[in-house]
């Protein structure tokens, strides 16, 4: 099968990468290995949330002092700002309704009820664009009763340690009793497919305007609205005071919404999602990938004149560690890693870890390598690539949009 | 020494591969509209550990698993789920008898042998008030299923009265393993494959012995049966792809799936070397199309608007491309493609009194998305999901081989492939 561009992995960078390219009428297929890390995100995308552990204010600004094999260097400091610009165009294309500003980061908080940087963040969760000007005064915090996934002490603790007076108020519906029965399924995903009918939000609603009449803005466990934020909508137009949602754990509802809008707008525009299926191996000729093969399609394989490898990092298995090396495992592309395994980790978990930052090597164009030779028609875009930290640096949504945008734009030029 | 730790520390359903994500079930359509299913992960992995330890920690609610496999394209660590809460249905069942409403359900070959004999008198008995309301209370067939019409004349009869004769003229040759939708309750779909397949240039066979692919049995616990069967069309494939060599196709996605995949590990029948020989119709064909060995012309006047759906054993085996891109070759045909869900009746599940009601609400998202498409009919490779979409939605639904054979200008066709008459 050809196809003008084959991408291997199906998350947040494959989908935006594989959007551009449909837009402009390319034939492509994305060959995606189960869910992506998409579904750990609760609703925000970063640009650069951190240097040297001290919190970005200007992304922009901050990005021209990173090193030159950061991904954003590659991609040239002075694009950043368009590229972010047509990220946030791409995401309102798909149908996600976010705000926020790549010259000026705003806050979220995390369901630890810490405040982080952050560069966009969907429209019915709570931001917080000053800390010094706090959107509300006192806070109604929604906790439903036995749910799993929000630590509701940590959480007003934070809210408070931030200047907010936070009113913790436990509630329940006949919906989320119901649910009670299994115990592991009191999650928020689940909860958000039972709190799709109408009959159920007004239910929510009722006991919300029964409880929260003191609030100024009513806070709600991040349980509403998976396709779309219609859900999200319909409860506020039911609720007597403004309404906002605050991150889960994940898997996250708001991470499963944006992955569907960005999977559907990629159909809609004629693209080839290929779920459940992974690249196993690819064949070159010189300096030129021709095509790849996947565990489905077997003796079949995605014959392409570009590929773009976005198969992400450790956890989605676009880079393997064994006992003595690290490896891209699809098409055994160089990777920057440390050759010293006892260099790898450090002790501490939140101490930043070297392995973090490695990733497969690329040239100045983002073109991968392979035994040190450039492979002219081989991108790679997102998690996949070295040099950045998502955990430390707060680099991981931006890296993958923008090295996508400009991946494609490396293609179209041909 | 390193690799070998790796390798000994791994089970052969791979459950410690599982890093408690939860991915699994936010996919799970029976989680979502019941809280008697503990979820693809409890069910799964995590049960394993306590069910290797004791196998009391046994849950009767895993019979609520549809098999539907959706945990397992999810899971980005590539843990075997549904095979795990599979096997442990196995080993739970061993030496209980399955239940009458259960054996019959599950032997869609005997049901439709049956059947066919008196297809009129069937038909009609199946459709009237009294015996529904006898399966219903005595053998907890829900009521409102209606088994799908007996065909008078089995695919089989036709074949051999009708075009086995011609099929060794042509110069290319596959067999086909219709099984029992096609024999017994639809032979316009096998007709239509040899219309197709003739038209191209390739002769169609049947296989030495072919029985039912046996995916009804495992779902219903008739292990034993299944694996005498499998066995024999495994032999009858065999014979097929080395002595004729003939390539076998199929037109159900769940037989396909079943042989290939469910064959080595459900039952431990070795297919590793014919698998690759079986193959779904739909990419039989487009594999010759893309390599440019056939050709296939279709009706200038041709207009219609369909909505494919994905089954999820399709989805499964990753060919859902196939079929999708020869419909997308036909010109007039606007193709809606629907996003992947399950419509619920996973088989034989759905027509079990104690599932209908929540075969219908995991159906109903599917069903809200083929009312919004606003086609004609609906697309899909598996005969279950056409049964119960068309209960549930009133529209015709059709197998891509058929919208093929229907689109295809056949004269045009066999000219394009230098077929004489």
């Not at chain 1, 995605?302 to 990092?313: I, M, N, Q, Y």
């Amino acid at each position: 099968m050809r196809m003008d561009t084959v991408i291997m992995g199906g998350g947040l960078s494959g989908l935006s990468c594989g959007i551009a390219l449909a837009k402009r009428g390319k034939r492509v297929a994305i060959v995606a290995s189960g869910q992506s890390t998409m579904l750990f995100n609760g609703g925000s995308m970063e640009l650069l949330g951190h240097i040297d552990g001290k919190a970005v204010s200007n992304p922009l600004e901050a990005i021209a002092t990173l090193p030159q094999d950061h991904p954003y260097s590659k991609i040239g400091a002075d694009r950043i700002a368009s590229l972010a610009e047509r990220a946030k165009l791409l995401l309102t294309d798909s149908g996600i309704n976010m705000e926020g500003n790549a010259a000026a980061n705003h806050w979220r908080i995390t369901p630890m009820g810490v405040a982080k940087p952050a560069w966009l963040t969907l429209n019915d969760h709570l931001r917080i664009d000053d800390l010094h000007h706090l959107p509300a005064k006192r806070l109604a915090l929604m906790c439903i009763r036995g749910f799993f996934d929000e630590p509701n002490s940590m959480l007003a603790q934070g809210l408070r340690d931030l200047g907010f007076e936070v009113d913790a108020i436990e509630f329940t519906t006949d919906d989320i009793t119901a649910l009670r029965r299994s115990p592991s399924e009191m999650r928020s995903t689940s909860l958000s497919k039972r709190m799709m009918s109408n009959a159920a939000m007004q239910r929510m609603a009722d006991q919300i305007n029964q409880l929260a009449t003191d609030a100024d803005l009513v806070l709600l466990p991040s349980v509403l609205g998976q396709n779309d934020d219609s859900d999200f909508q319909t409860l506020q137009a039911m609720t007597h005071k403004p309404l906002r949602l605050v991150a889960t754990l994940p898997p996250a509802v708001a991470g499963m919404r944006m992955m569907k809008q960005l999977r559907h707008y990629f159909k809609m525009l004629g693209g080839t999602y290929l779920m459940g299926d992974s690249a196993v191996s690819g064949t070159f000729d010189g300096n030129r990938l021709t095509s790849v093969s996947t565990a489905k399609l077997a003796d079949m394989p995605l014959k392409a004149d570009h590929f773009v490898l976005a198969t992400g990092s450790f956890i989605s298995r676009g880079l393997v560690a064994d006992y003595e090396r690290v490896y891209e495992p699809v098409l055994g592309v160089d990777v920057d890693a440390d050759s010293d395994p006892d260099r790898w980790t450090r002790f501490g978990i939140l101490e930043p870890q070297a392995y973090s930052r490695f990733g497969v090597a690329t040239d100045g164009e983002l073109r991968c390598l392979k035994q040190g030779q450039v492979i002219e028609n081989l991108h790679a875009i997102g998690s996949v690539l070295s040099g950045h930290d998502a955990v430390k640096m707060g680099d991981g949504t931006g890296v993958s949009m923008l090295t996508a945008l400009a991946v494609n734009d490396h293609i179209i030029k041909g | 020494m390193a690799e070998r730790m790796q390798i000994c520390n791994l089970s052969e359903n791979n459950f410690e591969q599982c890093t408690k994500c939860s991915i699994c079930t936010t996919v799970c359509p029976v989680a979502a509209v019941t809280t008697d299913y503990p979820g693809p992960k409890q069910a799964g992995p995590d049960g394993e550990r306590y069910r290797l330890k004791d196998p009391a920690y046994y849950d009767k609610a895993l019979k609520l698993c549809l098999n539907c496999k959706r945990c397992e394209i999810a899971c980005p660590s590539g843990v075997h789920i549904a095979d795990i809460i599979q096997h442990a249905r196995m080993s739970a069942s061993e030496g209980r008898r399955a239940t009458l409403r259960d054996t019959l359900l599950a032997n869609t070959d005997l049901l439709g042998t049956m059947a066919n004999l008196v297809a009129p008198v069937a038909n009609t008995t199946l459709g009237l008030k009294p015996t529904k309301w006898v399966m219903h209370s005595m053998m907890a067939i829900d009521k409102h299923r209606t088994f799908p019409a007996y065909s008078r004349q089995k695919f089989t009869t036709w074949f051999k009265r009708h075009a086995a004769k011609d099929q060794d003229a042509f110069p290319n040759h596959v067999s086909y393993f219709h099984g029992c939708y096609v024999n017994y309750n639809f032979p316009k779909l096998g007709q239509d494959l040899v219309k197709l397949m003739n038209a191209v240039g390739y002769g169609v066979h049947l296989l030495d012995k072919e029985q039912c692919c046996g995916v009804a049995l495992i779902a219903n616990g008739l292990y034993k049966q299944a694996k005498r069967q499998g066995r024999v069309n495994i032999d009858s494939i065999r014979a097929s792809v080395s002595r004729d060599k003939r390539e076998v196709i199929t037109t159900s996605s769940s037989c396909t799936f079943n042989m290939r995949d469910e064959y080595p590990s459900m039952l431990g029948i070795d297919n590793a070397d014919v698998r690759d020989s079986i193959s779904l119709a739909t990419r039989f064909i487009y594999r010759l199309v893309d390599e440019e060995k056939i050709k296939l012309i279709f009706k200038q006047n041709y207009k219609r608007r369909l909505a494919y759906h994905t089954a999820c054993h399709m989805q499964r085996m990753g060919w859902q491309l196939y079929s999708i891109e020869l419909l997308r070759m036909i010109p007039g045909l606007d193709l809606v493609e629907l996003e992947q869900e399950c419509c619920g009746i996973s088989g034989t599940y759905g027509f079990k009194k104690e599932n209908y009601e929540r075969s219908q609400a995991i159906g109903s998202i599917l069903f809200k998305s083929i009312e919004e498409a606003q086609v004609e009919a609906v697309t899909t490779d598996c005969e279950t999901c056409k049964w119960q979409i068309e209960m549930s939605t009133g529209l015709p639904v059709e197998n891509p081989i058929s919208v093929l054979a229907d689109a295809l200008d056949v004269e045009a066709t066999r000219k394009a492939n230098l077929i004489s008459d």
